[in-house]
């Protein structure tokens, strides 16, 4: 079957599941099981369905696995010649690869002011792409708030420098930019920089401020990561020293734009 098996193996493997996507398609989960396992070919319409949902074409599924993931990229990002922004990614790979994993993030933010938001991300790289993941939980019990946000969205890593985009995963999504340094060329613990994104709790102004991710590891106890998750007092013994230092510098003031100019 030339490549078609390990082709859609790859198209699957960027989908939430194979289960959504015999639905999304309208095709048998048996069935579509027995086409990546090699046991039989779709048939020519059915492989146009298949290929109608990955936005390629049938006969692309007999390429070359490292074509298919080109591709496939492609057809993801809807990349054609005008997409120059969108072919800014990844940027230098080999780079970008350095730093695959778990952080710990921390920044200041208006919402909360006087105090380090600390939040986790993925950096994890798939289909030709590196990816960033990233969940943000707050909690407020004297205001009764509790608030859990997940970002998902692209990095970039150009001159030494790694630049991350993402977005809110909520029916009415907001955007960040934060872009992020290593200390030096061979500390690759912390990695410090900028973020600049809109305030949740103060109409949704923009702000600028200091931002510092910590490696935390490629397979870390992610409940234990995630427990970490919350505003933190700058004088909090949660903090490491240099996340405390970076943030408590005079200089690392949160530029806000305020509601009335």
Known sequence: MSHLVENLKIACATQRSISHVCRAIDINRQQFNRYINGETRP????L?????????????FALAPRLFRERLRKA???????????KAFPGDLS??????????????????????VCSCSRIVEKGGL????SIERLRDPGNGIQQFTKYVGLAA??????????RVVDPNPILSQTILLPFDEYQRVYLRG???????????LPY???????HVGVEPDLRELLSRCEPLPLSSRKLPPTVRSFLSDLSAEVYAVPAEY
Not at 43 to 46: G, I, L
Not at 49 to 60: E, G, H, L, P, S
Not at 130 to 133: A, D, G, R, Y
Request: glycine share 4%.
């Open 43 to 46: 048939s020519a319409h059915n």
């Open 95 to 116: 780079a970008l690869r350095r730093h695959i994993g778990y952080f710990q993030t921390y920044h200041r933010s208006p919402s909360w002011p006087g105090m380090v």
């Open 208 to 214: 600028a401020s200091r931002m510092i991710w910590r």
């Open 194 to 204: 900028t973020t600049m994104g809109v305030s949740w709790r103060k109409e949704n």
């Open 48 to 60: 146009t369905r298949i290929a109608n949902y990955f936005d390629v074409d049938a006969a692309d």
């Open 157 to 166: 890593f150009y001159r030494n420098r790694i630049f991350i985009t993402e």
């Open 130 to 133: 590196v990816h960033v993941k």
């Open 76 to 86: 993801t990002l809807g990349l054609n010649q005008s997409s120059e922004l969108l």
